[in-house]
């Protein structure tokens, strides 16, 4: 079955299918017109090209000739020629991720940038959605964006680089402000006219601001005023920007973000590895519960809700083609990410998501980007002592939560956290309901409803359950 996606129609030059083949794996198709299968054909062929796609750095890409079913398929879409591109197993949006992926996936893109420049080419976009994760290492997906460069020509995509890259990364190392929220309202990043907002008295002196948030912000409002008084606002194509001032610019925006830095501020979770109110003994066996299960069933898509700082994510890891590990603390996913990139494993994605408002479909019909649990099924979700959080801290009720995750069709670790366990009385401190209703009994009687267990483990003294559930 042919499905477009739903993030690729900005594009006038081609559009992103995605097929199933007999295997039911899916591959990534992209129908282009003839001007762009041109062009492709030129860049495949470049020696720059082909190294950056060797080292990982850009999604390995071919052209199809019609002789492949799912290419004629794409043709009678009215393309003129279709390219494959490496498949990537979960897509993720800026907004979800840490501090430290939006910086890398900012020096990926300064990176392909200037070697492209150097080689003749430009990448005429500059929005971390062409960038994702195989793991934990970005590869930038969208090749149709290198396009051939003229000496001189301006570099269209500086302000679209500094709204969703840029802007986001100075407000959390400087200000301590989250990005997360201000990406998720606005898909096409921050302007410079609101950066200047929270860059007021002497904050705008801080590093990299005055240059690329300031000075555009007012060059902006110039250029307004030019237009409302009738008279012609300047043209970024009519800019000239030889190839020593371009390449003089990205050098001072890759050390301006190399030498950012967020320091995660050690929160309870963050350093869940020795704040757990698990015994020695007891975590041992929830973690062998978790390996033992994960081992036998080997899953593809491996969700860790809650996770933490992932250390059962890292144990899933083993037994999984990727791990997607989601939690809404940052400076815990911050520290996951650090540590998968640096030493491994490498097969884990780490999110900051709210589980009790997870990422909706956005933009165009709701569409363009996909919701969190809309992108792709998991084979396998891991919920450890997270249950307790999400009915008391986020109000959410057992039988609702549940059915989500029967929503999933997928098999579940799952942990109920006794309302005796002092976690659950941490909770309840400073709370007036009393939550009667998150018992054991109503949840077992819930999880009848839609899951058969197959496997159950007590721990600390009968305070915990964890259980192994397929869907009924």
């Known amino acids: 079955m042919l499905n477009a996606d739903g993030g690729s129609f900005k594009d006038p030059a081609g559009r992103v299918y995605r097929v199933a083949d007999a295997t039911g794996e899916g591959r990534i198709l992209r129908g282009l017109n003839g001007d762009a299968a041109a062009t492709l054909e030129k860049l495949l062929a470049e020696p720059f090209f082909r190294s950056l796609a060797a080292a990982g750095d850009v999604a390995a890409t071919t052209l199809l000739d019609d002789q492949d079913s799912a290419a004629r398929s794409v043709l009678a879409e009215g393309w003129a020629a279709v390219a494959e591109h490496q498949a990537v197993d979960f897509l993720t949006w800026p907004y979800e991720w840490p501090f430290s992926m939006l ?24 929005t971390p959605f062409n960038i994702q994760w195989p793991g934990a290492r970005p590869v930038f997906i969208d090749v149709p964006s290198f396009v051939p460069w003229a000496e001189g020509e301006y570099w269209q995509g500086y302000r679209q680089f500094c709204a969703t890259f840029l802007t986001p990364l100075l407000l ?20 410079p006219e609101e950066a200047v907002k929270y860059f007021y008295g002497l904050r705008r002196f801080k590093r990299g601001v005055l240059s690329h948030v300031w000075f555009p912000a007012k060059a902006e409002r110039r250029a307004q005023r030019r237009a409302g008084r009738g008279r012609p606002a300047q043209e970024n194509a009519r800019r000239r920007q030889p190839t020593t001032m371009l390449l003089a610019l990205l050098d001072s925006l890759k050390r301006l973000i190399t030498g950012l830095s967020y320091g995660p501020a050690g929160s309870d979770w963050a350093r869940y590895a020795e704040t757990h109110s698990y015994p020695p003994e007891d975590f041992a066996r929830k973690q062998d519960f978790v390996e033992r299960h994960t081992a036998a069933r080997r899953p593809g898509l491996t969700w860790d809700l809650g996770a933490n700082t992932g250390a059962f994510s890292r144990i899933a890891a083993q037994h999984s083609r990727l791990v997607v590990a989601v939690d809404g603390d940052q400076d815990a996913v911050e520290r996951l990410y650090r540590e998968a990139r640096d030493g491994g494993p490498e097969n884990i994605i780490p999110l900051v998501i709210d589980l009790s408002n997870l990422s909706p479909g956005q933009g165009w019909a709701g569409g363009e980007r996909a919701a969190f649990d809309r992108r792709a099924k998991p084979d396998l979700a891991l919920c450890l002592a997270l249950v307790h959080h999400l009915r008391v801290s986020a109000n959410i009720p057992l039988p609702l939560f ?11 670790i799952i942990e109920f956290v006794g309302r005796d366990d002092e976690m659950f009385q941490a909770l309840l401190e400073n709370k007036r309901e009393n939550y009667a209703d998150y018992t054991a009994e109503n949840f077992a009687s819930e999880l009848g409803r839609h899951f058969a267990v197959r496997d159950q483990l007590t721990l600390k003294g009968g305070a915990r359950e964890l259980f192994m559930l397929e869907p009924a």
């Open 172 to 191: 959390a190392a400087h200000l301590g402000i989250p990005f997360q929220p201000l990406l998720r309202s606005r898909l096409e990043g921050i302007p």
């Open 103 to 126: 910086q890398d996936a900012a020096l990926l893109q300064l990176r392909l940038l200037e070697t492209s420049v150097r080689h003749g080419w430009i990448l005429k976009d500059a």
């Open 402 to 412: 549940i059915g989500w995750l029967r929503s999933l069709d997928a098999a579940v």
